[in-house]
């Protein structure tokens, strides 16, 4: 069983073939069943949590992702989350490899976000306003200059030293970044604004978003979190994810139940807009809004990919 480690299961998710692979894995079709959820107790510490994600093609991959939560990490200077993925042939169930589960998760989850991005932004988005400053915001203007030619990045965090960190790390990267001290004026002037943050009440307001502005609600992924008020549901044309998203996300929940959106509303899944059943947006003056809550497809297109390019990497690899 070969083993990637973070650096080398990066090296094999480049944005452009992840992409793709996410695509074409919607397009194609996977199980998925209902994550397992079990709470792991601690010894008088707050409980851990573990997560097992599985998903498969028939004849082709299985993978599992395991997810443990253990709150209390923060105490002993470690990170409050750890996942590894496990990649197997569906034929045989022979192991292929193991992957490091933190990469694959934070760069599926920029990609997917910038894969609607190709159907849902205008296609002459410059400006990439990005509120959050940890793991997944650092990749996602990377992840969308993919699709679209982002000329200017701008940063917002509650934290001004990790937006400013962020900043950095974008210009020193080669981007065109600045550090935005007010989330309105920031918003207003932005043509894609994407969100990755752990947030508990609303961040972007309706009545911000300009027309033509494409917004991308990534965190959210319980009932208790939001990152967006109820008016951009109004204002929006809204699409998810999946259909777990409005089971799952308080960004859709808190609408549904002040009594402002309904989930008839909801125009198009990720599916659909891969299968072409739905064109995306259909005005440049729309207001588009994407709502992920995430899914074990993308990380076993995830982890096929990097298993995939290895395997492709090793083959031609000079001797020696």
Known sequence: MQILDQAQTERFLPFDRLLTAIESMFIEGCNVPLRHNHPIDNAGQTSGTLLLMPAWQTGKRLGLKTVSIFPDNSQQGLPGLHSTYTLFDATTGKPLAALNGDVITSRRTAAASALA??????????????????????????????????????????????????????????????????????????????????????????????????????????????????????????????????????????????????????????????????????????ITLFKAVGTALEDLAAATLAYDFWQEQSSTATPG
């Open 117 to 286: 991005a190709r159907w849902l932004s205008r296609p002459d988005a410059q400006t990439l306003l990005v509120v959050g400053a940890g793991r997944v915001a650092s990749l996602l203007a990377d992840a969308y200059r993919a699709v679209r030619p982002i000329r200017q990045v701008l940063v917002w965090d509650r934290h001004d030293d990790n937006a400013q960190a962020l900043v950095e790390q974008l210009n020193h990267n080669g981007l065109e970044a600045h550090h935005a001290r007010e989330l309105e004026s920031a918003a207003r002037q932005a043509d894609i604004i994407t969100c990755a943050t752990l947030a508990t009440a609303p961040l972007i307001h309706g009545e911000w978003l300009q027309a033509g502005v494409h917004l991308d609600l990534i965190g959210s992924f319980t009932p208790t979190m939001r990152e967006s008020d109820d008016a951009c549901f109004t204002r929006a044309t809204v699409f998810v994810d999946t259909d777990e998203a409005p089971m799952k996300s308080g960004d859709i929940l808190e609408p549904i139940k002040s009594g402002q959106f309904e989930t008839s509303q909801i125009a198009a899944t990720l599916e659909d807009l891969c299968r072409g059943r739905h064109p995306g947006r259909r005005r440049a003056d729309e």
